[in-house]
C-alpha cells in the first residue's frame, strides 16, 4: 500500500470538488491538497448540465424572490438560514467564475444575460448557451491548473474512508491503471462525489452517477437526510434518458400530449394565458410537470413508442436561429440520439430520475458529523433543495458551497492535531482486505490470452458464488422503477425494501467476476460501487415509507396530501451493516417563511422572455 | 420496435499484465437501430466477457470519454450507431498514437501535460510574469464582453478533450513532444480572450517545434473533432501571432 501525506484531500473532482480545492488554495497556499478523482476531472457530471445557473443580477430581481422561490418550490423542507446564505452568495460566484473565463451568454450591450428557468419568478439563470456545467466544469478544472498547491490524482478510485473515533483520518483508494491501493492520509477531506441517480434504470444521469460517495460516508457513520426526494426530469428522450434541458421551456418550449393538447393546463399550471409567464405551464417546477405526465399517462392521453409512453417537446416556434443561439447542444442530441430535428419536429420526451435532492447532512459550513470531512454538491444535504430543487439552483450550489466547504477544510487542517498513528493503517489495511475478497484474487487467472476467435461466449470462468454485477445492477434499478417511482404506496414500497435487503445479502454472498486481474480492472470497480449503491437504494425506499405524506417530489398514492403536523421534518438516516436503517425525523429550520399552500399558474402578467 | 439483427464486434485486446502484444477478439453482439456502438460494447461487458475494458460516462457526446478507433476512424462510441456498419463486422481499437492502458483504455497523460503546459486560464495583466499570482477578492462585476468580443474565443473553448484530434494527428505520432491541436486550440481560446493578457507567457511554447510549428497543416484533426471547432485553423491563426512575434510586428501594431 503506498501512502500520500497531505493537509486535505478532496473526493471528486467536479464543479463542488474544483471550487472546493481552489478554495483550499486561495485560503492557505502552504497546505497541500490531493485532488482525487474516479474519472480525469473534465469528464466529471458537472460537463453534462445544460440550463445554467441561479444567480440574482436583474433590477427587477432580488435575493428575497430567489429565496422565496427556493423555499416554495422546496415545499417548506429547506433550511431557511442555509438558503438565505445560498443566494447571497450566488452572484458573486457567477462573476468569479466569469472573471476566470467562463463564457456566458451575454446581451447585444455585452452584459451577462439571464434566462426564466421553472419556478423562479424572475430572469435569473445564468447560462453559456445549453452548455452551462460544461463550461463551468472546464473553466474550474483549467483554472485549478494555476495553484501549485492542487495535486491531482485522476482516475484514484475512492474504496473507503478511514475514521478514527469520529475524525476523518484518510481516504483509501485505488489507482485506476495499476490496481495499486494508495492510503491518502490527511487532517481534513471535503466529499464532492455527486449523486446517486444511477440506482435508477431510466435516469440523465453519466455512468459514474453511483453515489458511492455518499454510501461510504453512510457506512462511516453520517446521517443520510432527505434521500427520499428524488428528482425526475420531466424531459428527457425514452429509453436513454438523454437530458432535453429545462431552458427549452425557458426559451418558450411548449409541452403537449397525443391530442395536440396543452395538457400542463389541468394539473394546477394553467390557464394557458397570458403565456408565457413565469411560475406558470411550461415555466412551473419540475415536481408538478414530471407528475403531470405520469397522471397523463394513466388517461391515456400520452403517445406510445418502443422505450414507453412520450409526449411531445416543441420548440419549432422559436426559429432556428434561437434554437442554434440558445439551444444548440440540444439540437444536436435530439438529433443524434432521437432522430429528431427540433426545428422541423417536436421532440419525444418522458420524465427520467436526474437529481438527489437529499444526501450526506451538512452544516451550513458543509461539516458532516464525521470531525473534518465537510460535503458539498449532490452528494451532500445542506438544506437548500428541499423537498424539491428548483433547475438551476444546483450548479450555483456547486460552486456556493464547494467554496464552503473548501474553505472551512482549510481552516480544520490548519487546526488539526497531527496524524493519529497506527490504527489508519490497521483500518485501511482491513478495508483493502475487503476490497479484496471482492475480487478473488488468487483464485486463478480468469483472463483469456486467446487469439483465436472466440464467438458469443465469455472468456472468463465464472469463479466464486454470486451473480455477475449487471445482473445485481439490474435487480437494483428494477426494485426502484417499480416501488420508488414517481408516485409511491405502502405496498410498493415494502416490496422495494424487501427486494434490496435481499439484494444486500445476494452481493454480501459475492459477486462473480470474469475478471480477477488488478490493471484497469472496471469490472472490479463496479462491483466495489455496487455496495453502498445498493445500502443508498435502500435507504431511499426506507426513507420514502418513512415519509407518509405527499411533499414535493415525494408523492404517495396512500397518503395525498402533505402534513405538515407530523412531517415538516427531515428524514435522517442511520446506516446499520445487519439491518435496514434506522430513519428519524429532524427539525426543519424556518426563518421568515411561514408553510403555505405551495401555488403555481393563476393569474399574472405576460412575461417578456429574452 | 425492429428484432434484434446481429453484428460482430472485433475488439483490439490488451492486458498489461499478461499481455506481449495486442490481439483481436471477436464478440457476436445482437443490437437494435437505436444502439451505439458503446451500447454494444456495454452489452459484451455485461454479459459476454467482464474483462473488457473502455471508458465512458455521459453517453451524450459531452463528457469525452468514449473516444476509440472504429474501423480504422476516431469517433465518440456513444454518438456511433452500430446499425450503420451493418452487417458488420465493427472493429474498435484503443485511439492511435497513445499508449494502450489497457484494451480500448489509452493513457491521456501526454495531453494533460501538453494542457498545463499552455497556461489553460486568463493570465490578468498584472499577473503574466508572477508563476503563482496573488489571490484577488471575488470582483463584484463581471466583465463587459460583447458578442463580436466573445466571438473571438467562444468556438476555442468548446473543446471536450476527447482526444480523437490526437489520434488523427500526424504530427503527435511522429513527434512526441508535440503539444498537439486540442491543447494548442486552448491555447488559441485563451489568446484570444479579450480578458487576457498571457500571450508573454505562452509564446515560448507557441513560438517553439513543440508549439504551433509542429503542426504541418494536415487538417485530419478538424475532420474527426466531433464538436466542429477546427483545431487546424486554431493552430494557424496562432503561427500568425507566433510570426507578428518573430517579426516584431506585434510590437509594431500594438504601439500604434
Known amino acids: ?610 | 420496435m425492429t428484432q434484434p439483427r446481429m453484428i460482430q464486434i472485433e475488439c483490439l485486446r490488451y492486458h498489461p499484465e499478461t499481455d506481449s502484444e495486442p490481439h483481436w477478439q471477436t464478440f457476436d453482439v445482437p443490437f437494435t437501430d437505436d444502439m451505439s456502438v458503446l451500447q454494444g460494447l456495454q452489452h459484451i461487458k455485461d454479459t459476454l466477457d467482464g474483462s473488457i475494458t473502455f471508458r465512458w460516462s455521459c453517453r451524450m457526446a459531452i463528457c469525452g470519454s468514449c473516444g476509440m478507433m472504429i474501423n480504422g476512424v476516431p469517433h465518440l462510441s456513444c454518438e456511433t450507431f452500430l446499425r450503420d456498419f451493418y452487417p458488420g463486422p465493427v472493429r474498435v481499437e484503443a485511439l492511435e498514437n497513445m499508449p494502450i492502458q489497457r484494451d480500448l483504455a489509452v493513457d491521456q497523460s501526454r495531453f494533460l501535460k501538453a494542457l498545463q503546459s499552455i497556461t489553460p486560464y486568463i493570465v490578468a495583466t498584472q499577473e503574466s510574469t508572477s508563476p503563482t499570482p496573488a489571490v484577488p477578492a471575488a470582483p463584484a462585476l463581471a466583465t463587459n464582453q460583447s458578442p463580436a468580443r466573445m466571438a473571438a474565443y467562444y468556438q476555442y473553448s468548446q473543446c471536450i478533450n476527447c482526444l480523437l484530434c490526437y489520434a488523427a494527428c500526424p504530427q503527435v505520432g511522429l513527434n512526441e513532444n508535440f503539444a498537439g491541436p486540442a491543447a494548442l486550440t486552448l491555447m488559441h481560446r485563451y489568446n484570444n480572450d479579450p480578458r487576457d493578457a498571457g500571450w508573454a507567457v505562452r509564446s515560448e511554447l507557441a513560438n517553439s517545434n513543440d508549439g504551433v510549428w509542429g503542426c504541418t497543416l494536415v487538417g485530419y484533426c478538424s475532420e474527426v473533432c466531433p464538436k466542429g471547432i477546427d483545431p487546424a485553423h486554431a493552430v494557424n491563426q496562432n503561427k500568425i501571432h507566433s510570426a507578428f512575434d518573430y517579426t516584431g510586428l506585434k510590437t509594431l501594431l500594438e504601439k500604434k
Not at chain 1, 183 to 205: D, E, H, I, K, M
Not at chain 1, 461 to 485: H, Q, Y
Not at chain 1, 556 to 561: E, S, V
Open chain 1, 1 to 610: 500500500m503506498r501512502i500520500v501525506k497531505t493537509d486535505v484531500v478532496v473526493i471528486g473532482a467536479g464543479g463542488a470538488g474544483l471550487r472546493a480545492a481552489i478554495a483550499v488554495a486561495e485560503k492557505d497556499p502552504s497546505l497541500t491538497i490531493a485532488l482525487v478523482s474516479k474519472v480525469v476531472p473534465m469528464r466529471s457530471h458537472t460537463v453534462a448540465a445544460e440550463g445554467g445557473a441561479a444567480g440574482v443580477i436583474r433590477p427587477d430581481d432580488s435575493l428575497e424572490s430567489h429565496f422565496e422561490d427556493t423555499v416554495h418550490g422546496g415545499d417548506w423542507l429547506c433550511e431557511q438560514n442555509v438558503v438565505e446564505y445560498f443566494v447571497a452568495h450566488c452572484a458573486e460566484e457567477m462573476v468569479q467564475l466569469e472573471r476566470w473565463g467562463c463564457p456566458w451568454s451575454r446581451n447585444d450591450d455585452g452584459s451577462i444575460a439571464v434566462r426564466f428557468f421553472g419556478g423562479m419568478k424572475v430572469q435569473r439563470t445564468w447560462f453559456a448557451a445549453d452548455r452551462s456545467g460544461f463550461h463551468l466544469l472546464h473553466t474550474l478544472f483549467q483554472t485549478s491548473h494555476k495553484f501549485p498547491s492542487i495535486h491531482r490524482y485522476d482516475e484514484y478510485f475512492c474504496v473507503d474512508l478511514i475514521v478514527v473515533n469520529g475524525h476523518i483520518q484518510g481516504v483509501l483508494t485505488i489507482e485506476i491503471a495499476t490496481g495499486e491501493f494508495v492510503l491518502f492520509r490527511c487532517q481534513s477531506a471535503v466529499l464532492a462525489t455527486g449523486g446517486a441517480g444511477r440506482v435508477y434504470r431510466q435516469n440523465t444521469n453519466a455512468g459514474i452517477v453511483t453515489g458511492d460517495g455518499m454510501g461510504l460516508a453512510y457506512r462511516n457513520g453520517a446521517a443520510l437526510r432527505d434521500m427520499e426526494f428524488i428528482q425526475w426530469h420531466p424531459t428527457c428522450l425514452p429509453g436513454s434518458g438523454i437530458l432535453m434541458t429545462e431552458a427549452c421551456r425557458g426559451e418558450g418550449g411548449i409541452l403537449s400530449n397525443k391530442n395536440d393538447y396543452r395538457y400542463l393546463q389541468d394539473y394546477g399550471l394553467g390557464p394557458l394565458d397570458p403565456w408565457p409567464r413565469a411560475k406558470a405551464m411550461e415555466l412551473g417546477p419540475r415536481d408538478r410537470l414530471s407528475q403531470a405526465f405520469w397522471q397523463e399517462d394513466r388517461k391515456g392521453n400520452t403517445f406510445q413508442g418502443p422505450h414507453g409512453s412520450y409526449v411531445h417537446l416543441d420548440l419549432r416556434h422559436l426559429g432556428s436561429a434561437k434554437i442554434l443561439a440558445r439551444l444548440p447542444m440540444i439540437a444536436e442530441a435530439a438529433r443524434t440520439f432521437a432522430g429528431v430535428d427540433p426545428n422541423i419536429a417536436a421532440i419525444p420526451v418522458r420524465p427520467a430520475v436526474h437529481y438527489t435532492m437529499g444526501g450526506v447532512a451538512a452544516s451550513i459550513t458543509c461539516a458532516t458529523s464525521i470531525s473534518g470531512l465537510f460535503a458539498a454538491g449532490e452528494c451532500s444535504s445542506v438544506g437548500i433543495h428541499g423537498a424539491n430543487r428548483l433547475g438551476s439552483n444546483s450548479l450555483s450550489e456547486t460552486v456556493v458551497f464547494g467554496k464552503v466547504a473548501g474553505t472551512q477544510a482549510a481552516l480544520y487542517a490548519r487546526q488539526a492535531d497531527a496524524y493519529l498513528g497506527p490504527l489508519v493503517q490497521e483500518l485501511a489495511e482491513a478495508a483493502q482486505a475487503g476490497a479484496l475478497s471482492i475480487l478473488g484474487s488468487g483464485k486463478g487467472k480468469s483472463y483469456s490470452r486467446s487469439t483465436g476467435k472466440s464467438i458469443g461466449k465469455s472468456t472468463g470462468k465464472f469463479i466464486g458464488p454470486g451473480d455477475r454485477v449487471a445482473t445485481l445492477r439490474n435487480a437494483m434499478n428494477d426494485a426502484m422503477e417499480a416501488g420508488v417511482g414517481l408516485y409511491r404506496s405502502a405496498e410498493g414500497l415494502a416490496l422495494a425494501c424487501n427486494e434490496l435487503s435481499d439484494l444486500r445479502e445476494r452481493y454480501r454472498h459475492g459477486v462473480a467476476l470474469d475478471d480477477h486481474s488488478r490493471a484497469f480492472n472496471t469490472e472490479w470497480l463496479s462491483a466495489l460501487e455496487l455496495g453502498p449503491m445498493i445500502d443508498v437504494a435502500q435507504d431511499i425506499a426506507c426513507s420514502a415509507s418513512w415519509r407518509m405524506e405527499s411533499r414535493g417530489a415525494h408523492q404517495r398514492l396512500d397518503a395525498p396530501q402533505r402534513e405538515d403536523s407530523n412531517f415538516l421534518q427531515h428524514s435522517l438516516a442511520h446506516f446499520r451493516p445487519d439491518a435496514p436503517p434506522v430513519i428519524k425525523g429532524a427539525p426543519v429550520t424556518i426563518t421568515r417563511s411561514q408553510p403555505a399552500s405551495r401555488e403555481y399558474g393563476g393569474a399574472g402578467k405576460r412575461a417578456e422572455l429574452t
